[in-house]
């Protein structure tokens, strides 16, 4: 069975079909109310988690272990007093390790990461991301100053990289002890230095699963590659992409050279360029790019968030999209064609796909 | 004792309880005891900006705060502001 979980401004819904994934039931909306800014299924366990934030009732993360059915709300996530910071939002929750039974990984805004160990009832800051020696030159992006990426290397315990807007992109090898700057090659238009050590505005990076050594990023400035752990970034959207600007990625869980983008005009114009929603592809790891159209609506000025792209690891592999105007489009085929699975839905902020029976 | 009065989505994260009676010398151990604290006084323990307390509707911002004194015959209504799209 296929859960495609679908985060909007309203809640929390789920769409759920057969492996063959060409018929979607809609399932929710969950968490009404509640700003779902991304949900993800735990391989591990089948527990459904939402990073949800209220402009009332402010930033949580929501657990069910019943597939939405019923949830729990974790105890407060706050900031320390001696932090002189809030916590403002709750962006991404990341399961832990197979041989990490109960550890989760949670991002927000401002630039801050949390660990759980009690499958999401705690959260405790991570120390040396809240006081790491460059945050003075970190700056909020338009949605805050968020932490949205986390990618574990599945191979290397104690490997992992963060992405905070616009902080950059930030590679750990002590499981979140210390942090190092990974973003030589990366640029900051916006900055006096266009190649600052940090301040970059990643707006999504990925890690490949088959080849951990490889990550991909979407910025604001541009789309890139990195071969080396993040040591250092080759620019690709020279290579036929309308544009750089763009934030959501997805990559093809078996094939380390292929990657989507969804390019946008630019950040002065934030839907996709020509009035099509245009999802561009690239199977020599960026050389390349080739755009696919077939089955996604024309014309259209969509935009896709940061988080509304996903992928899961059937074959062949699926492909789900959402836009701020409220659809789910999948593809049961790598990517070839697209069809709506769901449409009419509130702004989409999130799209996540897991395989669970 | 006094009642204290959720709104909707309160309720729902406080298990369905729209309705809570308690002994409780002030407003904030008022909604300290209740099962979400954590949603209507952020980690500072302030009262989140959007979030209205009514002591027999009168707003406690206008009285003295979360320390407003509670005899324990009133009703406490909470009110989350109208805002956002």
């Known amino acids: 069975m296929v859960r495609v979980l679908v985060g909007t401004r309203k809640g929390l819904f789920v769409l759920v079909s ?3 994934r060409r018929e979607w039931t ?18 591990r366990d089948g527990a459904i ?27 407060e ?15 991404h929750v990341e399961p832990g390790r197979e041989d990490e039974p109960g550890r989760l990984w949670l991002g927000g805004a401002p630039g801050v990461l949390f660990r759980s160990d009690d499958s999401g009832k705690t959260w405790d800051v991570v120390d040396s991301v809240l006081n790491h020696e460059t945050r003075d030159r970190w700056n909020p992006g338009a949605g805050g100053m968020c932490c949205h990426s986390i990618q574990l290397d599945p191979n290397t315990p104690g490997r992992m990289y963060i992405g905070i807007s616009a902080a950059g992109v930030f590679r750990s090898e002590d499981g979140g002890e210390s942090w190092t700057p990974a973003n030589q090659g990366t640029a900051a238009d916006f900055m006096p230095d266009p190649y600052p050590a940090v301040g970059q505005c990643v707006h999504k990076l990925l890690l490949h699963p088959a080849r951990p050594d490889r990550l991909w990023q979407q910025n604001h400035c541009g789309v890139y590659r990195s071969d080396d752990r993040g040591e250092s970034w080759e620019r690709l959207d020279g290579n036929g992409l309308p544009s750089g600007f763009g934030f959501p990625l997805a990559l093809d869980p078996r094939d380390p050279d292929s990657a989507f983008v969804v390019p946008e005009y ?3 114009n934030r839907v996709t360029p020509d009035g099509r929603l245009g999802i561009y592809r690239t199977e020599d790891g960026g050389a390349s790019w080739n755009l696919t159209t077939n ?15 996903s992928f ?6 699926g492909v789900y999209l959402g836009t701020q105007s409220g659809s789910v489009f999948a593809s049961a085929d790598g990517g070839e064609s697209w069809s709506e699975a ?7 902020l999130s799209v996540e796909a897991a395989v669970w029976p | 004792m006094a009642v204290i009065l959720l709104p909707g989505m309160l309720a729902t994260e406080a298990g369905g309880e729209r309705r809570f009676e308690l002994d409780a010398a002030t407003v904030e151990e008022a909604l300290r005891s209740l099962p979400i604290a954590n949603l209507i006084l952020d980690e500072r323990g302030e009262l989140r900006r959007l979030v209205n307390v009514y002591v027999d509707g009168v707003d406690v911002r206008d009285r003295e705060g979360l320390e407003t004194t509670l005899k324990g015959d009133e009703e406490v209504r909470l009110v989350g502001a109208i805002a956002g799209g």
């Open chain 1, 295 to 309: 089955g996604l609506p024309e014309p259209a000025w969509a935009a896709v968030m940061r988080e509304g792209f």
């Open chain 1, 312 to 317: 899961d690891r059937l074959d062949p592999f």
């Open chain 1, 49 to 75: 988690y939402a990073a949800t934030n209220s402009p009332v009732y402010g930033a949580t993360v929501h657990r069910s272990t019943d597939l939405g059915t019923t949830w729990t709300r974790a105890e």
């Open chain 1, 266 to 268: 630019g950040a002065e």
């Open chain 1, 77 to 91: 996530i706050g900031l320390p007093e001696s932090s002189e910071l809030k916590l403002e939002k709750t962006w």
């Open chain 1, 26 to 43: 809609i399932e929710g909306p969950h968490l009404v109310g509640w700003e779902t800014f991304h949900a993800t299924l735990d391989p």
């Open chain 1, 18 to 20: 057969g492996d063959e």
């Open chain 1, 342 to 348: 769901a449409s009419q839905l509130p702004t989409i």
